[in-house]
T-cell receptor
Framework: NAGVTQTPKFQVLKTGQSMTLQCAQD?????MYWYRQDPGMGLRLIYY???????DKGEVPNGYNVSRLNKREFSLRLESAAPSQTSVYFC???????????FGPGTRLTVL | GESVGLHLPTLSVQEGDNSIINCAYS??????FIWYKQESGKGPQFIID?????DKRQGQRVTVLLNKTVKHLSLQIAATQPGDSAVYFC????????????FGKGTLLTVNP
């Protein structure tokens, strides 16, 4: 089991560029989540997906879109990147019936 | 609004000592609480959780205490080791079917050899 994988690990964008952050899990989990982590702050939920085919907004969804492509994959898209989106992005998944969320290694994004 | 906060942003201890990391929460309706450990450059890793109807829960070298009267949560690490150096987050779950967590800002634990 690879667990939760994220690509890329690092990315630098210019303001206005677009990109998609990829996340995949091989644990057959239904629920998946996208968080951002800024210096000195805890993780903030951007979007989540309770199951394949469903997505919902979290605490800070503005400027982002998501796609739950299938049970394994949950992608996060920035259509027009802004410097305020400079952050570390974490994807997580959760098995049914358990409280624990399993996190990926993160993507460090810098928007110039 | 509801929030999960931490009393101390940093904690430095000697190897072998016990560590106590504190967390204050404001949502009295939270169902359970989780402690996560995040090492530098890695994603958060689950340590232990506790349901709101419990006062104490023990794991391997870790104990979580929940005081609902003062809305306070603590993580105790026994015989702290250098490998315990990390940022520790508490998170709360306040209900709903999608298990959304609210995270605190984190405490940096440094273990000195």
């Amino acid at each position: 089991n690879a667990g939760v994988t994220q690509t890329p690990k690092f990315q630098v964008l210019k303001t206005g560029q677009s990109m998609t952050l990829q996340c995949a899990q091989d644990m057959n989990h239904n629920s998946m989540y996208w968080y951002r982590q800024d210096p000195g702050m805890g993780l903030r939920l951007i979007y989540y997906s309770a199951s394949e085919g469903t997505t919902d907004k979290g605490e800070v969804p503005n400027g982002y879109n998501v796609s739950r492509l299938n049970k394994r994959e949950f992608s996060l898209r920035l259509e027009s990147a802004a410097p305020s989106q400079t952050s570390v992005y974490f994807c997580a998944s959760r098995p049914p019936g358990l409280n624990e969320q399993f996190f990926g290694p993160g993507t460090r994004l810098t928007v110039l | 609004g509801e929030s999960v906060g931490l009393h101390l942003p940093t904690l430095s201890v000697q190897e072998g000592d016990n560590s106590i990391i504190n967390c204050a929460y404001s949502n009295s309706a939270s169902d359970y609480f989780i402690w996560y450990k995040q090492e530098s450059g890695k994603g958060p890793q689950f340590i232990i959780d506790i349901r709101s109807n419990m006062d104490k829960r023990q794991g391997q070298r870790v104990t979580v205490l929940l005081n609902k009267t003062v809305k306070h949560l603590s993580l105790q690490i026994a015989a702290t080791q250098p490998g315990d150096s990390a940022v520790y987050f508490c998170a709360e779950y306040s209900g709903g079917s999608n298990y959304k967590l609210t995270f605190g800002k984190g405490t940096l634990l440094t273990v000195n050899p």
